[in-house]
């Protein structure tokens, strides 16, 4: 009688090759919910992947992940910028591991390496009030384009919404409650869900807009070819940036960034009087300590705010 030969179990490898790595991206890529984080994570391991397999081949572990994290110091990125890059390889680790690719032992060295720590607080870019009138009445909108463009620029300093909640935003969300015009159920980044409100004079701009573009349903924001013809069903984050830019430049503004109008939005709203946790829901935050990074809020010693607390001996 034959005997029957018993298959060995194959060794986790130590040497990742490209197959391999592909296989640990398209596994994190679907871990994750969010389309701008997608994309940011496939950016991040492209790059260590392009790296890894540009010198001779390494076993894939903590040795090796030191000496990337030394690769991107002295490329002179910030720190968070490393920060990311790391996440995105440890990632790669867990998920090369968990699929049989990768060595345990060497996946939970990789996982153990740490961050380039952050000395400092990093400094946002806000506009004040007299800045954020500049950047929507520089132009006198009449085209299509440019009443698409001011729309958006409104809705990003109006209501705070991060780019990809302005691309994906549909006129079928846009409804009435409480008698206050809200965009209802966005989904932002995590999966979260939210009730924004829409200030009066935002809503004109963007039913200036979907009047001309005669749009009636669908995605608000649509791109517009040379000829001034509204085509597709969305448009690209790089035209968005694109807007913002343009909008900065006639108004005399350096160096703006789409989401340097979000952190307007929280300045102006706390500015007006508004209440930190009506902020954190407008904003979609879950940790209110990010909505008060938000704020930029400075301590005010001169005129401090227990100065007046009403139970002064001279209150009377």
């Given at each position: 009688?034959?005997?029957?030969?018993?298959?060995?179990?194959?060794?986790?490898?130590?040497?990742?090759?490209?197959?391999?790595?592909?296989?640990?991206?398209?596994?994190?890529?679907?871990?994750?919910?969010?389309a701008?984080?997608?994309?940011?994570y496939?950016h991040?391991?492209?790059?260590?992947?392009t790296?890894y397999?540009?010198?001779?081949?390494?076993?894939?572990?903590?040795?090796?992940?030191?000496?990337?994290?030394?690769?991107?110091?002295?490329?002179?990125?910030?720190?968070?910028?490393?920060n990311?890059?790391?996440?995105?390889v440890?990632?790669?680790?867990?998920?090369a591991?968990?699929?049989?690719?990768?060595?345990?032992?060497l996946?939970?060295g990789?996982?153990?390496?740490?961050?380039?720590?952050?000395?400092?607080?990093?400094?946002?870019?806000?506009?004040?009030?007299?800045?954020?009138?500049?950047?929507?009445?520089?132009?006198?909108p009449s085209?299509?384009?440019?009443?698409?463009?001011?729309?958006?620029?409104?809705?990003?300093?109006?209501?705070?919404?991060?780019?990809?909640?302005?691309?994906?935003?549909?006129?079928?969300?846009i409804?009435?409650?409480?008698?206050?015009?809200?965009?209802?159920?966005?989904?932002?980044?995590?999966?979260?869900?939210?009730?924004?409100?829409i200030p009066?004079?935002?809503?004109r701009?963007?039913?200036?807009?979907?009047?001309?573009?005669?749009?009636?349903?669908?995605?608000?924001?649509?791109?517009?070819?040379?000829?001034g013809?509204?085509?597709?069903?969305g448009?690209?984050?790089?035209v968005?940036?694109?807007?913002?830019?343009?909008?900065?430049?006639?108004?005399?503004?350096?160096?703006?960034a789409?989401?340097?109008?979000?952190?307007?939005?929280?300045?102006l709203?706390?500015?007006?009087?508004?209440?930190?946790?009506?902020?954190?829901?407008?904003?979609?935050?879950?940790?209110?300590?990010?909505?008060?990074?938000?704020?930029g809020?400075?301590?005010?010693?001169?005129?401090?705010?227990?100065?007046?607390?009403?139970?002064?001996?001279?209150?009377?």
């Open positions: 009688m034959a005997k029957s030969k018993s298959r060995k179990k194959r060794a986790p490898k130590r040497v990742l090759a490209l197959p391999d790595l592909e296989h640990a991206k398209t596994a994190v890529l679907n871990s994750l919910t969010s701008s984080g997608q994309r940011t496939e991040a391991i492209r790059e260590f992947v790296w397999c540009s010198g001779p081949r390494l076993a894939f572990n903590r040795t090796v992940v030191l000496r990337y994290r030394i690769h991107l110091e002295q490329r002179g990125y910030a720190p968070a910028t490393i990311l890059r790391l996440a995105a440890r990632r790669i680790a867990y998920e591991a968990d699929a049989g690719l990768l060595s345990p032992e996946a939970a990789i996982r153990r390496v740490r961050g380039v720590r952050r000395i400092g607080v990093r400094l946002g870019n806000w506009l004040t009030p007299e800045q954020g009138r500049r950047l929507l009445e520089c132009a006198t085209s299509p384009r440019e009443l698409r463009d001011q729309a958006m620029v409104a809705l990003l300093i109006g209501c705070g919404l991060r780019r990809a909640e302005l691309l994906a935003l549909h006129l079928e969300s409804q009435q409650r409480e008698e206050h015009w809200v965009i209802v159920d966005l989904i932002g980044k995590g999966g979260h869900v939210r009730t924004v409100p009066t004079w935002v809503k701009h963007v039913d200036a807009w979907t009047a001309a573009a005669a749009i009636t349903h669908g995605a608000v924001f649509r791109a517009i070819n040379k000829a013809r509204i085509w597709g069903d448009m690209s984050p790089k968005l940036w694109d807007v913002v830019r343009a909008a900065a430049a006639r108004a005399g503004i350096d160096k703006l789409p989401h340097d109008l979000r952190r307007t939005c929280a300045r709203c706390h500015l007006a009087g508004g209440e930190l946790d009506q902020i954190q829901f407008l904003l979609g935050h879950v940790s209110i300590q990010t909505t008060e990074r938000y704020l809020s400075k301590q005010k010693l001169r005129i401090a705010v227990n100065d007046r607390l009403g139970i002064e001996p001279d209150a009377a």
